[in-house]
């Protein structure tokens, strides 16, 4: 496969095409994160046990010819099916939650009043009801990752291990896109910190500074919805997953840990609970295994490849096909970032006339049970075979609530009051000869980075 010129903006969308420079901004800020994932991988080797990285940029190194895997897992969150059953995961789903409920990690003042999306599937929605009679009347549907209009707007995204500034800019679109997409009435004042907002205290503290954009104003959280906004849907969190998933794990017996939920357990990245990054993680592991040089396919994002209408029933022969409007994206290449379910206006239905699998549709997150959610890899076999890496982390479980995995602690961590360990010794495929390496300390002695997409993405940390 010949290098890639550079990277095109998520769903080859065009509204970067009217600032200068901002499409090459664009490509240097998704090679920054690729190389920063890169980096943050080789420190878990140390000598004598050489590494060649599994993990690349496309637009520097050339494997060869690759083939690709989608990654598909369905939008509907798991961790509120694990944490309470599907009937209160659906209320769940359509309600807003303040960060601080997010993790111990949201401590700052702003953390309390800053509302997000509990939905960790890399797409959320936003539902639209009739005032007087509850119906639904829209449901909005969004895959877009929030460095895009970060990058619109300017300003400093954050980065897997940093940030990049963006310079070259247009606030100016970004308002455009907002009263198209959501409301004729969105102020250009709305869309930014009138103060600098404190999400999370300390030294690396995130921080939402005064004047730049808020990637949770109130038309991208309680009036409609431009763009993912939950902590851990962002862009840089995607690339850095697909290199922590490219490293090779051994349990304490010398056995490859292969199944995904002992996988992101033992390597601590991502969300245990969740559909999508046991999934990443999992199959791009399978790949790593295989000794293939991996990457993500251009334009790098995290798309809804399709929803699923079969079951769906509309009163007074109305098709359910007709119902359904992909906005933003590429649809025919499966790239879709903003879908919109809605009954035609002239019928006099809503989607709370709809029924699926004889259900009527009460709720978001019944829709969202038929859209799958995709990322696509690259895969180029190249023989590389690295020696694994010890685990060093693990999780733990409620014995009384076994359904739900929890974050990942660490290996030496103590396990918390009332839970116990899960998947202790679990592994399915011995080493000859069965040698681990110690995961390694950067050179400061530090322990291991937290993963990005578990730091929670910020407009920029106070560094």
């Known amino acids: 496969m010949p290098l890639l010129p550079s990277f095109d903006p998520p769903g080859f969308m065009t509204d970067f095409d009217g600032v200068r ?39 520097v190194t050339d494997p060869g010819p690759v083939l690709e895997q989608e990654i598909p897992w369905n939008a509907f969150p798991k961790e509120l099916l694990r944490a309470y059953g599907r009937e209160r995961a659906l209320r769940e789903a359509d309600r807003l939650r303040p960060l601080s409920q997010y993790s111990d990690g949201f401590d700052g003042d702003g953390a309390k009043t800053t509302l997000y999306r509990p939905l960790t599937e890399y797409c959320e929605w936003h539902v639209e009801r009739d005032p007087n009679t509850n119906a639904i009347r829209k449901v909005t549907f969004s895959s877009e990752p929030p460095e895009y209009w970060q990058a619109l707007f300017g300003g400093e995204v954050s980065t897997p291990n940093g940030t990049f500034r963006f310079k070259a800019r247009n606030p100016k679109k970004v308002l455009e896109l907002y009263r198209e997409l959501v409301s004729p009435d969105v102020q250009a004042d709305d ?33 409609g919805i431009a763009h993912l906004s939950a902590p851990p849907n962002s862009l840089a969190a995607e690339v850095q997953l697909g290199g922590d998933a490219s490293v090779l794990y051994a349990n304490a017996k010398g056995e ?98 709809i029924t699926i699998a004889g259900e009527p549709i009460r709720y978001g997150g019944q829709i969202a049970e038929c859209i799958t959610v995709k990322l696509v890899g690259l895969g180029a076999l190249a023989g590389v075979h690295n020696v694994p890496v010890a ?66 993405p910020s407009m920029r940390g106070s560094r």
């Not at 933003?328 to 970032?337: F, H, N, V």
Request: glycine share 8%; net charge neutral; with cysteine.
């Open 21 to 59: 420079g901002l499409r090459e901004q664009w490509s240097a800020f998704m090679a920054r994160c690729f190389d920063e994932t890169i980096a943050m991988e080789k420190k878990l080797y140390r000598a004598p046990h050489a590494w060649n990285p599994q993990y690349y940029d496309p637009t």
């Open 191 to 223: 869309l930014i910190a009138h103060r600098d907002i404190v999400l999370q205290t300390g030294s690396s503290g995130t921080v939402i500074p005064k004047g730049e954009y808020n990637i949770y104003n109130k038309w991208n959280t309680t009036l």
């Open 256 to 353: 490859l840990v292969v199944e995904p939920d002992p996988l992101i357990c033992c390597a601590g990245y991502g969300g245990s609970d969740r559909n999508s990054d046991p999934t990443i993680g999992a199959t791009v592991n399978a790949l790593a295994r295989l000794g293939a040089m991996i990457t993500l396919r251009n334009p790098v994002g995290l798309y809804m490849d399709h929803i699923d209408l079969t079951g769906w029933a509309l009163p007074n022969g109305i098709a359910a096909r007709d119902c359904v409007r992909v906005l933003r994206g590429d649809p025919k290449r499966r790239m879709i970032e903003r879908l919109v379910v809605e009954v035609p206006l002239e019928t006099g239905y809503t989607i709370s006339d």
């Open 391 to 456: 685990c060093d982390n693990r999780c733990c479980v409620d014995p009384a609530y076994l359904r739900t995995l929890d974050r990942a602690v660490g290996k030496t961590d103590p396990t918390p009051v009332g839970y116990i360990d899960a998947f202790e010794g679990e592994g399915t495929q011995r080493l000859v000869p069965a040698v681990v390496v110690p995961v390694a300390q950067v050179a400061t002695g530090a322990p291991r980075p937290v993963a990005h997409h578990e730091r929670r």
